[in-house]
């Protein structure tokens, strides 16, 4: 997970340290788990410890300023496009990489 300090810094000016400690947390899950947090406030909840009812509070707060329903998952839009980044640059490595072996394959018959 990258932490951009300049858009952290804009983008959660005004929230209050907890609702910006429960967006680290929320984004922490989502690059953790490459996908976005179930739509069930009960469970997002139970997996950031967010369990007084101003914990609960930011945890809506949070995802009404930052996140999204997408098939059944909150999702964030700059966590989704950092995975997809990651991963289009993940699988050109691994199909890199296999190009090499394949080549030395071939140049070891020799």
Aim: net charge positive; aromatic share 8%; hydrophobic share 40%.
């Amino acid at each position: 997970m990258k932490l951009h300090l300049g858009d952290w810094a804009l983008g959660t000016k005004g929230l209050s340290l907890l609702e910006r400690g429960v967006y680290l947390e929320m984004l922490s899950i989502c690059y953790a788990e490459e996908t976005g947090l179930p739509d069930d406030l009960k469970k997002i909840c139970k997996m950031i410890g967010a369990y007084t009812a101003a914990e609960k509070n930011a945890v809506k707060e949070i995802l009404s300023k930052f996140f999204e329903v997408a098939n059944g998952l909150w999702i964030n839009q700059r966590v989704e496009k950092e995975l997809s980044t990651y991963k289009d640059k993940s699988s050109k490595a691994a199909a890199s990489a296999k190009e090499r072996r394949e080549l030395i394959g071939r140049i070891s018959m020799y």
